[in-house]
């Protein structure tokens, strides 16, 4: 009699597999409510830290965001660019885009990793952690509140300031190795053309309707000279009173780390300023450029420079998206108790 019964069980798994009734693969595994037992106090205290950060400097949100894409590419999201090199394994942090360039933050993720550690030992990955923080430097005012503002502006500013939010679906665990050559190479770098671009994130699962979305990012947060000054010194499909513009800020030669806002627009605001910088021939990389220079995402930026809220809500699920891409899951990998090291170490 047990025999037909379990037949009868695996015909139907195998039927609810077949139209898709069942998760499959690893990205179903995360769930939003993944801490809710185990630690529900880490949604309070990532966000309590990451406010406090943002207040004291604006950009480290941005560097955490940058560091959640730069994690999610190379490896998936499974917190590997947060590992330092040791004697035997170079890290990620010195490799390709992210050599010399924005992605500090690292000091952020150490002290909202040790209060969660605090709270729930053992328990929260740093890759889930860097998850919640890239949603909540998204979310928080990105300008201080402590700057004075007429009250009745300092109102509409508050509502204004902060970018979308989401459900971040969290049960990521951690790398035990860090992949320094996929750092080399999978991060698109500021002079790749929109061909290459969409490649990089077809590579990672990801559509060129994510690229439009999740390049918003670039409405917060600086890029240095060396990023843009071939854009300034040699693109055509450039502003004249924004080439001028960026080559008051980046020399034709030397001066390499000076620093310019990627939304000159409005640089302390996540918004939909960037997409009205591209329209208007004032993207400051020139892959910022190329999602509107003629060819098929034109319309799309189009679409988010006119009505922000298609943005932010294209950003949140894209986001999400982002946040799937190849996540260890179940027993695979570890919780790191310290993210710069593997807990073997
Ligand atoms: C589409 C391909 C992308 C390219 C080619 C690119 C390239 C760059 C470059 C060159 C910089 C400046 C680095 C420097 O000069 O130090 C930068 C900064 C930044 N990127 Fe991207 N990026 C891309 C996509 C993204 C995505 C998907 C996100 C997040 C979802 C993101 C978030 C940021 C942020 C927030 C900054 C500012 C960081 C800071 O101020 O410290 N970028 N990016």
Redesign the pocket.
């Known amino acids: 009699m047990a025999v037909p019964r379990l037949l009868l069980a695996a015909a139907l798994v195998l039927l609810l597999l077949a139209v898709g009734a069942l998760p499959r693969g690893a990205d179903a595994q995360l769930s939003a409510g993944f801490y809710s037992a185990s630690c529900p106090a880490v949604h309070g205290v990532v966000r309590q830290v990451v406010s406090q950060a943002v207040m004291n400097d604006s950009?480290s949100?941005?560097?955490?965001?940058?560091l959640?894409?730069?994690d999610c590419?190379v490896n998936g999201c499974d917190a590997s660019v947060l590992l330092d090199d040791t004697p035997a394994t170079p890290g990620e942090k010195g490799a390709g885009?992210n050599a010399?360039?924005?992605?500090?933050?690292f000091d952020l993720i150490d002290a909202i990793k040790t209060q969660v550690e605090a709270a729930c030992p053992g328990t929260v990955s740093c890759a889930d952690i860097l998850a919640l923080a890239?949603r909540d430097?998204v979310n928080l005012p990105a300008t201080p509140r402590h700057v004075y503002l007429p009250l009745t502006r300092a109102c509409q500013l508050s509502e204004q300031l902060g970018g979308p939010s989401w459900a971040v679906p969290l049960g990521r665990r951690d790398a035990t190795f860090p992949n320094a050559t996929g750092a080399a190479t999978d991060?698109?770098?500021?002079?790749?053309d929109l061909d290459r671009?969409v490649a990089?994130?077809a590579a990672k699962g990801l559509t060129s309707r994510d690229?439009a979305a999740?390049?918003?990012?670039?409405t917060?947060?600086?890029?240095?000279?060396?990023?843009?000054r071939a854009r300034a010194y040699c693109d055509d499909n450039v502003s004249p009173a924004f080439a001028s513009q960026m080559r008051g800020a980046c020399p034709a030669s030397g001066g390499d780390?000076a620093?310019a806002p990627?939304d000159a627009a409005t640089p302390g605001e996540f918004d939909n300023g960037y997409y009205r910088n591209l329209v208007a021939g004032a993207g400051l990389?020139h892959?910022?450029q190329e999602l509107f220079n003629n060819g098929p995402l034109d319309a799309l930026v189009r679409l988010y420079s006119a009505n922000g809220a298609a943005f932010s809500s294209d950003?949140a699920a894209?986001?999400v998206r982002?946040g799937n891409v190849g996540p260890l899951t179940g027993s695979a990998g570890e919780v790191r108790l310290d993210c710069r090291k593997v807990n073997s170490s």
């Not at 949100?61 to 940058?66: K, S, V």
């Not at 991060?187 to 790749?192: C, H, K, R, V």
Request: charged share 10%.
């Open positions: 950009r949100g941005a560097a955490i965001l940058r959640f894409y730069h590419f885009a010399g360039g924005s992605t500090f933050g890239a430097s991060l698109p770098g500021p002079g790749s671009l990089a994130f690229l999740l390049s918003g990012a670039h917060v947060g600086m890029a240095r000279c060396l990023s843009f780390d620093a990627l990389l892959s910022d950003f894209s986001m982002l």
